[in-house]
DNA sequence: AAAAAAT
């Protein structure tokens, strides 16, 4: 039978602390931007506020586009940087527990070694792309020589571990296997450990102390942690590290235009899948393993080039992977392991038949042959029932407090009516401004729902001394790409945004994230504020509520109060008046703590509705829904029930 | 109702 574990530094008091702050991480706009170390600016070159609509006063640390130099060291985008840790770790290998699970054997079966190396396979793995062709790996850390100095943002590499020390972790599923403390617990391989270095990662964070062995187990995972906790990672490690340790057979020699990967990594907008791919280079450099990267909106035929130089890991929106699988250009009949990233995003509405098509349509291998990783820092019990399809015998991980929003960031709602929200966004910028809170090391995210209000308010920004740019689904991939690079680099410290730079997207500095119009979906606006107080760091996010908001108006209080931020008085009216008129959203009930094994709960419901069930209940009582305590569920009914909302109705 | 994702 299933058997749930509770892992926590404070085991046994995580359940009453939850509503503790970490007292220690929270820090004013001031605090935060001192403590943003410098960045070097990089990517020159335009961004639509410059020239066109130049302007205005106040702008005197606007540099308008033909005058902005181009610092020579162009290269790495790379440098980019995300995820944990600093530092070092040992190299030692302790016991191997390799070719543990039964899928690490589909490999060895049949093939064994096989040596007929129809692409230049045999024996080392890695598609022969470097070695006979001349190819020279990049270094994807952009230093020459030593990686020591070069990667000398020390700043934005630390994670504060200190705000993970006492997260709570629910694991649930057979036999799962236990956690571990140190990279050098774990045996990656020393190649992969020399990037761990090299990326200066010191110790896991909690979702990939989890992660990783589970997956170096060979099993099946759908992981729900925190944004900003070090997810990449958690999947492209045991990738990588299997991929390496995996013996190379020959692919089947079919069409020699078709390639084979070996993993398929999926993700919903084609610049995280850019960010990705970059990640997993980091991590893959010299270990002779091969990432590749498709999406729409570039030329296809760069793609395929790049493709057809070999490819064991590929990353992919998917769009262009089924125009690459319609063409037979790709083969998923070699992929042994599957991930995906924001995966509740993946099989939404909008997603689900594209993903399906190739996962369970294509040439892909059946779960339990391949490895399905399914990571997100929300997960709606609807569509965890949906991904049970693609799994087999999983385990459910869920790392982080209440709704994956953390203590971190600093939640602000303030009731804007939407003729005032311009000018209330000015003020705001120019409270940031007086404070030194903006510029290069201190960049502002603003959140619109529609792409031709995002180019609006742009506009207006530019107009009044405030360079912006934006970026959305209506503007050219290069504008994109151009418009994230401007906004990174500090060119444009401020980006307009749709929903399509909310999930995901690692941006150093994002200091403030500004909900200018509220999602419907709390999901959604869980995704966005994750943008900024990421790897340990603090953030704020200011919402602007108004009357047209008022179906989020419950599960934001909640989330707020779940999150220990204060909730105005108003906003509980909103909520109270809401609750039962049926305020609720397309998939999401309220209360939550980030998720929980929707296969743990089913007893407990009748129609389905809220995946969160107990979370509400969660930090009120101390009964213990977890400890799998009986009642700690029923009582209260989660939503519209009773009972629950009662410490602060 | 909107956004994203192939051409």
């Not at 509770?6 to 939850?18: D, P, Q, R, V």
């Not at 965890?384 to 385990?395: C, E, G, N, P, T």
């Amino acid at each position: 039978m299933e058997f749930v574990v509770i892992w926590s530094g404070l085991a046994n008091i995580f359940f009453f602390c939850t509503r503790e702050r970490v007292s220690t991480m929270r820090t004013s706009w001031a605090d935060l931007a001192a403590s943003s170390a410098a960045e070097n600016v990089a990517a020159g070159s335009a961004n639509n506020c410059g020239a066109g609509t130049t302007t205005a006063p106040g702008r005197s640390a606007y540099v308008p586009p033909h005058l902005r130099n181009r610092p020579a060291s162009s290269d790495p985008p790379a440098a980019a940087n995300s995820g944990p840790a600093v530092g070092s770790d040992r190299s030692g290998h302790v016991g191997s527990r390799w070719g543990g699970g039964p899928r690490n054997d589909y490999n060895r079966s049949g093939y064994s070694g096989g040596s007929r190396g129809g692409s230049g396979w045999g024996g080392s793995r890695g598609g022969g792309w470097d070695r006979g062709r001349g190819d020279r790996e990049v270094n994807p850390f952009g230093d020459e020589e030593d990686t020591e100095e070069a990667f000398g943002e020390q700043e934005n590499t630390g994670i504060n571990f200190d705000a993970y020390e006492d997260i709570p972790v629910e694991t649930s599923g057979e036999n799962v296997p236990p956690p571990v403390n140190t990279f050098a617990e774990i045996d990656l391989g020393e190649a992969l450990n020399q990037n761990i270095r090299r990326c200066k990662y010191v110790k896991p964070t909690p979702v990939q102390r989890h992660a990783i062995p589970i997956s170096l187990a060979g099993r099946d995972l759908m992981a729900c942690a925190q944004t900003g906790s070090g997810k990449t990672a958690a999947f492209c490690f045991p990738i990588i590290s299997g991929i390496m340790k995996g013996q190379s057979m020959p692919r089947p020699a079919r069409g020699a235009r078709t390639v084979y990967p070996l993993a398929l990594i999926l993700s919903p907008t084609r610049e995280l899948s850019m960010q990705i791919h970059e990640e997993a280079r980091k991590f893959s450099y010299q270990t002779g393993v091969r990432v590749v990267v498709a999406y729409g909106g570039a030329p296809i035929n760069l793609q395929l080039r790049d493709l057809e130089r070999g490819v064991d890991i590929l990353v992919a929106t998917p769009g262009r992977l089924v125009d690459l699988l319609e063409r037979a250009k790709v083969s998923l009949q070699m992929i042994r392991y599957l991930a995906l990233d924001e995966a509740d995003r993946m099989l939404d509405m909008g997603f689900e038949p594209q993903i399906r098509k190739i996962v369970e349509q294509m040439d892909m291998p059946p779960p339990g042959v391949r490895q399905t990783m399914l990571f997100s820092a929300t997960f709606p019990r609807e569509i965890q029932r949906l991904a049970s399809d693609f799994l087999s015998s999983y385990i459910f991980l869920a790392v982080g407090r209440v709704g994956s929003s953390t203590d971190l960031i600093a939640q602000r709602v303030e009731f804007v009516h939407e003729s005032d929200k311009r000018s209330h966004l000015l003020d705001l910028l120019h409270a940031q401004r007086a404070n030194g809170v903006q510029g290069k090391q201190s960049l502002t995210l603003v959140f619109v729902e529609t792409k031709k209000g995002a180019d609006a308010l742009e506009h207006w920004l530019c107009l009044n001394g405030f360079p912006a740019t934006t970026i959305h689904g209506d503007r050219t991939q290069q504008e994109r790409e151009q418009a994230l690079r401007s906004f990174r680099s500090g060119n444009t410290p401020i980006l307009v945004a749709t929903d399509v730079a909310a999930r995901g997207l690692d941006i150093p500095h994002v200091a403030h994230v500004v909900n200018f119009d509220l999602p419907n979906d709390i999901d959604d606006y869980v995704h966005r504020i994750g943008r900024t107080g990421r790897a340990g760091k603090t953030g704020l996010a200011t919402a602007f509520f108004n009357e047209n908001n008022t179906s989020i108006a419950r599960s934001l209080a909640d989330l707020m109060h779940e999150s220990n931020q204060e909730v105005p008085d108003w906003l509980l009216r909103f909520a109270a008046r809401s609750a039962y008129s049926g305020g609720r959203n397309r998939r999401s009930g309220g209360g939550r703590f980030g998720s929980r094994d929707y296969r743990r709960d089913s007893s407990f419901n009748r129609g389905g509705s809220d995946y969160y069930s107990g979370g509400s209940n969660n930090n009120n009582n101390s009964g213990g829904g977890y400890g799998g305590v009986s009642g700690g569920y029923g009582g209260g009914g989660g939503y519209g029930g009773s009972g629950v909302t009662s410490a602060w109705d």
